[in-house]
């Protein structure tokens, strides 16, 4: 199974110990002693998800039998609580049995068979990539094909062995879990809510190869906007080579590769951070004027557009990381040697052309405004991106959590806006900006965001936020549900958007 163990070699030290270790189980009083009373689990298997599990089990009161195929050997490496023995002893009275093994092994248990007869077995293997393409049934299917007299419930597949030994507040708390027989899912649902888990019913075994494929996948909800900031950071970077450096080089004979790592970059990151927060608003604005034309609320939106509103946070938090490097890098800049060989050259020029005092007010205030706006707006992405954890989102009711992310966000987008703005000033209106006919950077990276700032004002507009309030509360256009809109229009506003 591709569970996340920890591989234990036979080296020196720190290094040559179990992940569980025997003397840290023993000096908790509730893991040395289980009571007789206490409901008994079986676990067949000996490796290190094995022993994380029967920890994690004997510390929420459970007894637990672990069948070997050498209980002399790996007895040693469980807590002393759990009764180490072999195989066909530790299926005689549990009646929920946990099969802690890879695949290939499930043949070596047929032996067992009479004696698991009318069992639970819980199978929480994982295939790894190959094994996933190659077979066509889950392993749990496998597993109940072997043994038609027992029960096989799919779960724990998607809990690591860290996250037993450590607890689930340091991991994801759900297990998903599917089998057959609903009395198996209810006992097996039991033991995963005394461990301190949230069992997530899943349906039938059938669904098993889904929930077997749910480890094997990396950020599934991460790649299409990492791809969507990869092609904006390209397309950024790209253009503004073509303006900085390959424009001097090609007109004037200048070298200016050395850009290329810091300033080019830095010029970059801002333009995709403030494209991807538009993007995050952008979707919004759609399905607000899409209700609008449809007139209901009951209709579901196009695909591309229900996707693009579920990838918001992905999107946003990507905005928040080009922009923190975007601080970093330009924190950086007056570190490297361009910079102050540039503050040299400079003073170079005003002593050559006798200028005892150089103060250009609109310059100096241009750039302290900058300077706090785009403080300011970052330090509103960052309350954004905190408010995504979900230990953070989960302390907040949904007026709370919509106030953050909704009005704090565009807050966020108005900001950058004005940010990009006074860095700009007056260059889109200047023809030396304009290198191979190119306009500047900011100018680009202005249109998105326009278009949602613009949007998100016509929507405050009373003809038109009146009948989204009433759209979002119930009414169609052409349908039997219409009423008339509360007096108080500002306590509509305040009600949550359905």
């Not at 698991?116 to 597993?143: C, F, M, W």
């Not at 326009?450 to 009433?470: M, W």
Request: hydrophobic fraction near 45%.
């Amino acid at each position: 199974m591709s569970h996340q163990p920890v591989v234990a070699t036979k080296m020196s030290g720190e290094m040559d110990k179990p992940l569980i270790s025997r003397h840290l189980l023993d000096s908790d009083g509730s893991l040395a002693e289980v009571p007789s009373e206490a409901p008994k689990v079986g676990i067949l298997g000996s490796g290190d998800f094995a022993r994380s599990l029967a920890a994690r089990l004997v510390s929420s009161g459970f007894s637990v039998v672990v069948g070997s195929r050498n209980p002399k050997r790996t007895a040693g490496l469980f807590p002393s609580a759990a009764q180490v023995t072999f195989q066909a002893d530790a299926v005689e009275s549990p009646d929920v049995i946990f099969v802690a093994m890879f695949r290939e092994h499930y043949s070596s248990l047929c032996g067992l068979s009479d004696q698991l007869a009318g069992k639970i077995l819980v199978d929480v293997s994982n295939p790894t990539e190959q094994e996933h393409l190659r077979h066509h049934e889950s392993n749990a299917e496998y597993l109940a094909s072997l043994f038609p007299t027992c029960t096989v419930v799919k779960a724990f597949n998607v809990i690591s062995a860290w996250t037993l030994q450590s607890g689930p507040r340091d991991g994801n708390r759900q297990v998903p879990m599917c089998s057959d027989q609903p009395e198996a899912k209810r006992a097996v649902s039991e033991v995963v809510r005394a461990m301190g888990f949230m069992p997530v019913d899943m349906g039938s075994l059938a669904s098993a190869r889904e929930v077997e494929a749910m480890p094997l996948r990396l950020l599934p909800g991460w790649k299409v906007p990492a791809l969507l900031a990869l092609g904006l950071f390209t397309f950024f970077y790209v253009y503004n080579f073509i303006r900085d450096v390959l424009q001097p080089y090609v007109r004037e004979g200048k070298s200016k590769f050395y850009k290329l790592p810091v300033s080019v970059v830095n010029t970059t990151l801002p333009c995709v951070a403030y494209v991807l927060l538009s993007l995050v608003y952008l979707p919004g604005v759609l399905a607000a004027a899409l209700q609008l034309r449809r007139g209901t609320k009951y209709r579901r939106f196009p695909d591309w557009l229900d996707h693009w509103l579920q990838h918001r946070k992905q999107l946003g938090l990507l905005s928040f990381l080009c922009a923190a490097l975007h601080a970093l890098y330009s924190f950086c800049l007056p570190l490297g040697r361009v910079n102050r060989y540039e503050v040299v050259n400079l003073a170079i020029k005003q002593v050559l052309a006798n200028k005892s005092h150089l103060w250009i007010e609109e310059e100096v205030w241009r750039m302290e405004i900058y300077l706090s706006l785009g403080v300011l707006a970052l330090g509103t992405l960052s309350l954004l991106a905190v408010t995504s954890l979900p230990s953070i989102a989960n302390s907040l009711n949904w007026r709370e959590f919509s106030f953050v992310q909704s009005t704090l966000g565009f807050v966020a987008l108005v900001l950058s806006t004005l940010h990009t703005l006074t860095y700009g000033w007056t260059r889109a209106f200047e023809d030396s900006h304009y290198k191979f006919y190119l306009p500047p950077t900011f100018t680009l990276t202005l249109l998105v965001p326009c278009v949602v700032i613009l949007a998100k004002a016509l929507f405050l507009l009373p003809c038109f936020s009146r009948r989204l309030s009433r759209i979002r509360r119930g009414w169609e256009k052409d349908g039997a549900a219409k009423f008339m809109l509360p007096m108080d229009h500002a306590l509509a506003q305040k009600t949550s958007h359905v």
